[in-house]
């Protein structure tokens, strides 16, 4: 009898462990793993992988940045992929998705099926509306929430996404530096420190909303916050436990400094640096220096993987980096002057003192927006096209990926010789 009972619940445990296997949830095929070090590793396919990314919106000469690339019949993603997947880049940075989902998902599934390029997909929340994001605006923001878990279902299922990116620069808002909104209640108060918590409060809160209802409709893909610098991650550290990740736009020069240490104190989550690079064009000398671009981004992709989770040095809290850009972009000096679009424009329309090599020029205005592409545009055509010319950070960066203990420059910022 005592043999029968002991078989009895032996059979039985084995049935619950079989069911509880089976019922057991999978982990997601994209997840963030927090080492017993405290340090963080994305993690794909059960694999750990380190963002080497750049910046992508292949705008043509004569183009800006309404172009619709994902509608081109000259498919551009097919030609920079390839010089993509030579330099050993593995993840693009996409903004916003285009119009017609089917388009976007073939550009997504060419990367990814053809060259095995990941993409981050983000939303500009509305920041770029005008006459300005309504933050705190009830029917604007459940307008904006809309559209992306719109996005979330169109494209959660497609390989090729990695994860998604809320927003850009848009904490700025709420210090009134770009695109100020207010409400009622905010025009009230009187003290601007206050004002700017209560609009950061309004901001963060509405953000860890949509991730906590897009971790609902996807839970295979982490939500990532797009942050300008640290700027307001203080009162994003009180409002949005639902986000997994901070996606930072640093331009920060050779070094970014105690970023990674300052994260930490301030919203502990792990890091992408969304956009970082350097120009490659010197503004003191009226001439392009692409050694220079080549000097500033091995040195930052030296402090990113300083700072992986498998770093020698360094926080931990890095997964990765998206350089800015692609290409160079020849609308962005005037995007309101439709002729200047077929001109590379020298002339610069803001200072940055951690660039130093140019920053003499006078004026200090050395930032030379339309030269931040590693890759050059040519004005001749290749299959409807302009023609891609690699700039030397292509070749360095390159280089740096497969043996990061060796650099390309000597003591001097000069390219070692071969």
């Known amino acids: 009898m005592l043999k029968k009972i002991f078989f009895s619940v032996l059979a039985a445990i084995i049935v619950f462990i079989l069911i ?14 927090k080492l017993k070090t405290g340090h963080y590793q994305l993690i794909i396919n059960n694999k750990p992988y380190i963002i080497k990314g750049v910046c992508y919106n292949p705008a043509p000469i004569g183009a ?15 030609v920079d992929g390839k010089l993509m997947q030579e330099m050993g880049i593995n993840t693009v940075r996409i903004y916003q998705a285009g119009q017609d989902p089917e388009k976007v998902k073939q550009a997504i599934r060419d990367l990814y099926n053809l060259y095995g390029i990941r993409t981050a997909l983000g939303h500009w929340l509305g920041f770029w509306e005008y006459p300005c994001p309504l ?6 923001e459940e307008r904006i929430k809309k559209e992306i878990l719109e996005m979330v279902r169109l494209y959660k299922d497609e390989p090729g996404v990695i994860f998604w990116i809320l927003g850009n620069e848009n904490n700025y808002s709420c210090l009134g530096r770009v695109n100020p909104w207010s409400t009622d209640e ?4 009187i003290n601007p420190r206050t004002q700017q918590f209560m609009r950061a409060k309004i901001y963060y809160s509405y953000v ?3 991730a906590k209802e897009i971790h609902m409709l996807d839970r295979n893909h982490p939500v990532a916050l797009g942050n300008g610098e640290l700027v307001g991650l203080d009162t994003a550290g009180q409002f949005c436990p639902d986000i ?8 920060r020069g050779k070094t970014f400094g105690p970023l990674f240490k300052s994260l930490k104190a301030t919203f502990n989550r792990p890091i992408v640096i969304a956009e970082f690079g350097a120009d490659s064009y ?41 350089m800015f850009e692609w290409t160079d972009e020849w609308w962005k000096h005037n995007d309101a002057y439709a002729e200047g679009w077929l001109v590379h424009d020298t002339e610069s329309n803001w200072s940055n003192g951690s660039y130093y090599s140019d920053i003499q020029v006078p004026g200090n205005k050395n930032m030379n927006e339309e030269w931040f592409g590693i890759v050059s545009l040519s004005q001749d055509l290749e299959n409807g096209l302009h023609k891609r010319i690699p700039k030397k950070s292509y070749y360095i960066i390159r280089e740096f990926w497969k043996n ?9 910022g000069k390219v070692k010789s071969k």
């Open 20 to 33: 509880f296997s089976l019922v057991k949830p999978k982990k997601p095929c994209v997840y963030i793993n």
């Open 64 to 78: 800006n940045h309404e172009y619709d690339w994902w509608s081109d019949s000259a498919k551009p993603w097919l």
């Open 135 to 140: 933050y705190g605006n009830k029917q604007f």
């Open 186 to 189: 905010i025009d009230k108060e």
């Open 208 to 210: 860890n909303n949509i």
């Open 244 to 251: 997994d990740l901070v996606a930072c736009i640093i331009y």
């Open 282 to 322: 010197d503004a003191y000398l009226n001439k392009e220096d692409q050694n220079i671009q080549a000097f500033f981004l091995e040195s930052q992709w030296r402090q990113i993987f300083d700072n992986l989770a498998n770093g020698k040095e360094g926080e931990g809290n890095c997964l990765g980096g998206f």
């Open 404 to 412: 990061p203990s060796i650099s390309q420059f000597d003591k001097k």
